[in-house]
């Protein structure tokens, strides 16, 4: 793996509304559209993971990680194939190198935005389909948490999230507190580059913040650079992080 770089992109609400609209992808997270702008205005040197935020309600921009900075500042400074996208992205990427090593034992506090969903194997697959079980690969992680059970099993939906949050890093930095910031209900469009066809899916979001000890300075590396979760490709995963409070 090359150095990892941190990626800031400022984009304009308006034009980049207007771009969502204009290729049928607009929906609750912007994720796709953000993902569709990135890949189409950057190609494969756009940042994934990233974090759409909103400064208010005229500007954006996303915050990510890249491995391929020059390449993304060669195609910044090309034209856009969409004239929509020279307006989205009016002002060059801004680019910082990530630590090259990371400690063991150093502590972080952190920020990510996840889709707590978990992802059945093709054995498991074929086992709960043929129970007559929910038959999708990928389920949110409580309504896989309640399946069978009672609705006065007593289950919460916030320490499923946190539970399933904490599976993620166990072994690579651990988690010593956590809170959920925002959960949301969120309807995503979804849909193969072209193909004119869209799905919606129905699930939750999270934001979660705390603080972790890296235990695993190589599997961390490639945490930053995979993204904690589903669907990272879309807005979510980003691990963002700052020294922890005194």
Known sequence: MTGLHLVSIAMDARAFDAFAISTGNNDDDRGYATHLALRQ?????????????????????????????????????????????????????????????????????????????????????????????????????FLAAIEGLPEAAGIVRSEVYTSWLTDRF?????????????MRQVRTRRSPHGSGKHSMIDGYEAIFKGELTIASAEEFVTLLHRGVGRHSAFGYGMLLLRPPRP
């Open 41 to 141: 205005r950057f190609g494969s040197a756009g940042p994934q993971p990233f974090r759409l935020m909103a400064e208010d309600p005229s500007r954006l921009h996303v915050l990510g990680y890249t491995s391929e900075p020059q390449a993304l500042l060669d195609m910044a400074a090309l034209p856009a194939t969409d004239p929509l996208l020279d307006a989205v992205f009016a002002t060059p990427p801004r680019i910082k190198l990530m630590p090259e090593t990371w400690t063991v034992g150093s502590r972080y506090a952190f920020e990510v935005k996840v889709r707590p969903i978990v992802r059945y194997g093709n054995r498991t697959l074929e086992r709960r389909r043929a129970e007559g079980k929910h038959p999708a690969r990928e389920r949110d992680a």
């Open 170 to 182: 166990k072994g690579i930095a651990p988690i010593s507190s956590t809170e959920i910031s925002t």
